[in-house]
């Protein structure tokens, strides 16, 4: 966030297993496309790719996340990572890698921005 003026949160993301625009609901008994396009396309290359909150980062602004009670306010930037780098995280949560996430959440924190490995931290304003 700090790096990239405008930006009031950052989320980390995972690129989707299967395409969003694939999958159907049942409604009344018969198979609905959740996205109508999906049902137009062939090949998963010609869809836009998709991804997914891994729940390994929060960092959000504080006013923000007052202002507008979400932790995906309008201007949310996302942290990608490699669906492996996602499992080491979960995997590892006591490692020095967390512990530095940690010292950083520290210094944000003194900046009024939440930052969250899994849920919300007490930050003071």
Same mark, same amino acid.
């Given at each position: 966030?700090?790096?990239?003026?405008?930006?009031?949160?950052?989320? $980390?993301?995972?690129?989707?297993?299967?395409?969003?625009?694939?999958?159907?609901?049942?409604?009344?008994?018969?198979?609905?496309?959740?996205?109508?396009?999906?049902?137009?396309?062939?090949?998963?290359?010609?869809?836009?790719? $998709? %991804?997914?909150?891994?729940?390994?980062? %929060?960092?959000?602004?504080?006013? #923000?996340?007052?202002?507008? !009670?979400?932790?995906?306010?309008?201007?949310? #930037?996302?942290?990608?990572?490699?669906?492996?780098?996602?499992?080491?995280? !979960?995997?590892?949560?006591?490692?020095?890698?967390?512990?530095?996430?940690?010292?950083?959440?520290?210094?944000?924190? $003194?900046?009024?921005? $939440?930052?969250?490995?899994?849920?919300?931290?007490?930050?003071? #304003?």
């Amino acid at each position: 966030m700090l790096e990239h003026a405008g930006t009031d949160a950052v989320v $980390a993301v995972t690129e989707a297993d299967y395409p969003p625009y694939w999958m159907l609901s049942i409604d009344e008994g018969r198979l609905r496309w959740i996205f109508p396009e999906g049902g137009r396309v062939d090949h998963r290359q010609q869809l836009p790719r $998709a %991804y997914r909150p891994n729940g390994s980062i %929060y960092a959000i602004n504080v006013t #923000a996340l007052r202002a507008e !009670r979400t932790f995906y306010p309008r201007e949310t #930037a996302p942290f990608v990572m490699a669906r492996e780098d996602s499992r080491q995280h !979960r995997r590892h949560a006591g490692s020095p890698a967390r512990g530095a996430l940690h010292a950083r959440r520290d210094e944000l924190s $003194a900046r009024s921005i $939440a930052v969250s490995t899994r849920t919300l931290l007490p930050v003071s #304003a």
